[in-house]
């Protein structure tokens, strides 16, 4: 395809995939830079492997830290050659990255929950954080749009539960039934007066066209297949591929927006990580969606006379509002789930049930702003390398006792995991570091971070819902959980929702696009992933970003077509 | 375990164990030490950020373990893990290999393991040749009381369960059911249904 192009889009997950679906199919040329290698789910998805056929029996590793067979390619908490720094004073920030095309959506956790009417106006509601400029009517036809596309299930009657969406009839899939730990927990909150309701999953598991079906068995964080979950590789390229409008260059890692002499974008650098070469591409508009850190990155080495500090950075907004969700775990046993006849719990890999923040009303009373849902893992999986885990502090055994205890304990744990709500922030933010470079010379993000009160006292109940749950559920906890919420609350970073840094809002001064993306200092760029958050709700953003982004590339085709670019 | 045990003959494929002698042959003739773990010794390679995934090659760092602390670690894998009923013992599916290839490996885990797993091992080297000594010294060990050789017994035992029960003779053994294709998820057998709801009911829920 010969430049220069319609759209340059940088980056291939979430966001680049979508926005590259809608944008080819619109008709426009696109040339899709992604920084790390190409990448086949159909060749490279080891589907049924079992951990005896891996090193170390899958276990994890700093070179796979998601275990070995995670989708994870060249990366995780670090990426060879690529480093990224934490200031001095700050609390622990980690950034997970991956290498391949697809980025993270190959091996993310598929939990496709939407955002709320309350999580688009959140300082209209309490004076905290900021508002979209956006609703949730703007986002539901999108949202509706996005869950038919990709192929979300949790079907289920209407709730009509506070800021917890239902989507309309033939949005959602059917999920399959509870297992039996699911069964088991549901009516331990269910005494608590705390709803339990279907998972909402990007997994297919009913026919539909164009799309194999779930075989209920393989975690989906290895990747499918079959393409029979929600993965950039298997849903969106493809057909932008089949457009015949799509070109595709791997381990492009961009560095830098150019602009023409009006100030407008005119395509973009990048060095190529194999080779080192550095090279560049025209186009009439770029969409970035590198994802929160990397878009934030590039606009930052995007200097110019005009912008001195940074491609649309005049007031100082790009890498600002850089949020997470508050993530906390405790494990327990359940003497109840012990001895449960054998049965194929395998599943859909993810949860088929979860719970959704209950406390909307409470807020005052709690004395924490925010909320969270939970997600909960158990049942008879396919044992790893923590096998033992199982048994009891004080077991000793060996031959047939060992075997028998074994037997007995497998499946009897439960995983409680809380999901929150973080609150913006001026101590969460992302710059460049003054003398840190990659290996090809370019500066490397510093990070900034600090959890809030509102997000640690957050953690601190997530601590005691479980372990009333827990007691009521006659489960005793493994090991002492911890009880202050500044101790137990999860890393920055760590759950992988990291997004802001470049949000959308209704005016320039306080903002970097507006409601569609489009950047207020340079009308033809866009940043399109998740990049554009304005406030990080207890749902994971993925399914958001994938909206989004749809919307975003909406109007850029029409803004195209109407020759305004 | 009064007779005395067959010795060990490990798992590893003809192929794999040529692979290991060139990988010790190539790192000697560079003038790198690779069976113990000397100051200043070249680390080991991990199997990288990009390993196949669908048909994953052996671990590729050398092995550390001399055949009598192989040997050990086999007499230690069937005291925890005996051949029981059709259930194999742990050295039937090769566990002492396994043993080491993690106390082997390059990883930090790995890495803090084995001290734990070398030392805890010497005494059973000690031991081992006599009947007598050896059952003895392997009845006191889950029974042990001070906190190293507690220590040791745990994490070995850990190791011998995680890499005996990944296998699909220790998911028969279990009572894993699971990684077969299916055309629908039925959900819970009826008796497993029927055992939690009666779980519930104990508990007042």
Known sequence: ?565 | MSDDPKPYVPKIDRRTAIAWIGAVGAATGAGVVVSGCAPGEKPAKGYGTDPNLVKPAKAPWPRLLSKTELQAAAILCDFILPASGTAPAATALGVPDFIDEWVSAPYPDQLKDRPIIRDGLKPLIEVMSDAGQRTAWLAALPKATDEATKAFFRRFRYLVVGAYYTTQEGFRDIGYIGNESRAADPGPSAEAKAAVEQALVKLGL
């Not at chain 1, 927990?185 to 705390?194: C, D, K, N, S």
């Not at chain 1, 500090?309 to 327990?332: E, F, I, Q």
């Open chain 1, 1 to 565: 395809m010969a430049e220069p192009y319609d759209v340059i889009i940088v980056g291939s997950g979430a966001g680049g995939g979508m926005s590259a679906y809608h944008l080819t199919k619109s008709g426009l040329k696109v040339l899709m830079l992604e920084a790390g290698r190409d990448y086949d789910p159909v060749a490279e998805t080891p589907m049924w492997n079992i951990n005896a056929e891996a090193p170390l029996r899958g276990a994890s590793t700093p070179d796979k830290p998601f275990g070995f067979y995670d989708a994870t390619v060249d990366g995780g908490w670090e990426v060879p050659n690529e480093p990224y720094t934490v200031a001095e004073g700050s609390e622990a920030f980690t950034w997970w990255r991956p290498r391949m095309l697809g980025g993270r959506t190959n091996h993310w956790g598929r939990i496709s929950l939407r955002f709320g009417e309350l999580d688009f106006k959140p300082r209209s509601r309490d004076g905290l954080g900021y508002d979209w400029p956006l609703t949730y009517a703007d986002l539901a036809p999108w949202y509706d749009r996005t869950e038919k596309l990709i192929g979300v299930s949790g079907a289920a009657p209407p709730r009509g539960l506070t800021n917890t969406p239902d989507s309309p009839p033939g949005c959602l899939m059917q999920n399959p039934p509870a297992r039996a730990f699911e069964t088991f927990y549901a009516r331990g909150f269910e005494a608590m007066g705390i709803p339990v309701v279907p998972m909402h999953a990007a997994v297919v598991t009913q026919p539909m066209e164009g799309r194999n079906q779930c075989v209920f068995s393989t975690p989906c964080g290895r990747g499918c297949a079959i393409g029979a979950n929600f993965q950039s590789t298997t849903v969106l390229i493809p057909p932008a591929r089949a457009t015949g409008n799509l070109t595709i260059t791997c381990n492009a890692l961009v560095y830098q927006v150019d602009l023409d002499g009006a100030g407008k974008a005119k395509g973009v650098t990048w060095v190529d990580r194999v080779t080192g070469q550095h090279r560049s591409a025209t186009a009439q508009s770029v969409v970035l969606a590198a994802g929160s850190g990397e878009t934030a990155r590039i606009l930052l080495n995007s200097k110019s006379p005009k912008f001195p500090d940074g491609l649309c950075n005049n007031h100082g907004m790009v890498g600002r509002y850089l949020m997470d969700s508050v993530g906390l775990n405790v494990t327990a046993q359940f003497p109840a789930l012990e001895g449960l006849p054998p049965t194929n719990d395998d599943g859909m890999s993810v949860e088929h049930l979860y719970v959704p923040w209950w406390g909307y009303d409470k807020h005052k009373a709690l004395g924490f702003p925010r909320g969270y849902h939970i997600e909960l893992g158990g049942g008879r999986g396919m044992p790893s390398m923590g096998a033992a885990r199982v048994l009891a502090d004080d077991d000793m055994s060996v031959g047939d006792d060992l075997r028998a205890n074994l037997r007995r304990r497998y499946g009897s744990l439960i995983s409680f995991n809380g999901r929150g709500e973080m609150i913006p922030n001026d101590d969460c933010y992302c710059e460049l570091d003054p003398k840190v470079k990659d290996k090809w010379g370019i500066p490397v993000l510093r990070f900034h971070w600090k959890w809030g009160e509102s997000e640690t006292r957050q953690a601190a109940h997530m601590t005691t819902t479980f372990l009333e749950v827990i007691d009521r559920l006659g489960g005793k906890p493994l090991g002492t959980p911890e009880r202050d919420g500044r101790k137990s609350i999860s890393k920055g970073g760590e759950m992988i929702h990291e997004v802001g840094t470049a949000r959308m809002g209704a005016s320039e001064t306080d903002s970097v696009v507006n409601e569609y993306g489009q950047s207020w200092a340079v009308p033809n760029l866009f940043v399109m992933d998740g990049a554009v958050l304005v406030s990080s709700p207890d749902k994971n953003p993925t399914l958001s970003i994938i909206a989004l982004a749809w919307r975003s590339a909406d109007n850029l085709a029409k803004l195209a077509k109407e020759g305004a670019l």
